[in-house]
């Protein structure tokens, strides 16, 4: 097994993805909007990546967040609301926003686990900042670190609950970032001191199973490199300083804020510490190349894969439309 997430062209294996991913035995899948047409189209590729993986557990993620980072969408599929709402009720009753957020998770997961997607990219724990960047906005739960360890705990909780994996992003937080990593690589000044208000969130909900990188350098810590690929922040701060011990990810290995080939990125970011590469956009040159670059998991990787997939498909069986009920009526309290 190589220690890479693969992207999807389209709604189905084609022959050379398939012929590709059978050699490469990647660790795992992503969709996106293109991979999501409606719940028999989803059902059967969700089940064809585990037929040609053999793995009962394979871990198939998807961004599903809410608000603008929603993969499945109308018609087919509900919207739900931004992270920020969540905040909104919070500043005026945080146990109802709680119980919302955790209600929503449910329902996500709900949603998700019907056409076999067990890896939700949600919560981001990236404490809001007066100027940051749009890319994160309404994504966010908020501007104080408890509150946003509370939603985001919550929200892990309910999806958790209907046997939906979580990811906490991005370590160690974005929300200093003025600029778009997709587009261009931010670069954050803060000293140490100010950047313990942004790890608070990660240290409290640091026995979440999954965690995902930020393409950001912050100065305090490695001057030099981007989280993803420092191994001083990976090591010091992400492993030790937060006590994550889980599966950590890059954000996406593509984006902009990252130079140098995608095979280069892939090999750097693993040698960094991570434990897997997120490659998202199904180009199979790209995809040969990381395959071709990288060795296979190493044996740590795969005990926190395991530990975090162990509870992948345990749902509890509480209707959609009750979870969704039950958040719009909190929410309304706003």
């Known amino acids: 097994m190589k220690p890479v997430i693969f992207g999807l062209s ?46 009962a557990d394979l ?25 920020a709402a969540f905040a909104a009720l919070y500043d005026r009753a945080p146990s109802s926003a709680i119980a919302a957020a955790k209600a929503n998770g449910q329902a ?16 981001l ?56 990593s997709h ?30 990188t930020a393409h950001v350098v912050f100065s305090a810590w490695d001057a030099d490199r981007p989280a993803t690929l420092s191994p001083t922040v990976i090591r010091e701060v992400i492993r030790t ?4 011990d889980g599966l950590l990810m890059t954000d996406d290995i593509d984006m902009k804020a990252l130079s140098g080939t995608p095979a280069d990125k892939a090999a750097a970011a693993i040698a960094a510490g991570c434990d897997v590469v997120l490659d998202c956009w199904a180009r199979m040159d790209e995809m040969t190349a990381i395959a071709d670059r990288l ?12 530990r975090a997939m162990a509870g992948a498909g345990k749902a509890t069986g509480v209707p959609f439309a009750e979870l969704v009920a039950k958040r719009d009526s909190l929410l309304a309290l706003t």
């Open 108 to 123: 996500i997961g709900t949603m998700l686990a019907e056409v076999g997607v067990t890896v939700d990219a949600l919560p």
């Open 183 to 212: 587009l261009e690589l931010p670069r954050v000044d803060a000293s140490d001191d100010e950047l313990v208000i942004d790890l608070r969130p990660f240290r409290t909900l640091a026995h979440a199973p999954m965690a995902m």
């Open 125 to 180: 724990l990236d404490v809001a900042q007066p100027d940051m960047t749009g890319a994160i906005g309404d994504r966010s739960y908020g501007a104080d670190p408890m509150q946003v360890a509370a939603l985001g705990r919550a929200t892990l909780d309910g999806l958790a609950a209907v046997g939906v994996v979580g990811i906490v992003k991005h370590m160690p937080g974005h929300g200093r970032a003025r600029v778009d």
């Open 59 to 83: 871990p198939i993620l998807i961004d599903q967040e809410g608000g603008r980072v929603a993969r499945m969408r109308p018609p087919e599929w509900p919207a739900f609301p931004a992270p």
């Open 10 to 55: 389209g709604p189905m294996l084609t022959a050379d993805e398939a012929a590709l991913f059978r050699e490469a035995d990647p660790l795992g899948y992503i969709l996106f909007g293109r991979n999501c047409v409606d719940r028999a189209q989803m059902r059967a590729l969700t089940d064809a990546l585990r037929d040609l993986s053999g793995r």
């Open 241 to 244: 300083r937060i006590g994550f």
């Open 295 to 306: 060795d296979v998991v190493a044996p740590e990787s795969l005990a926190r894969l395991d």
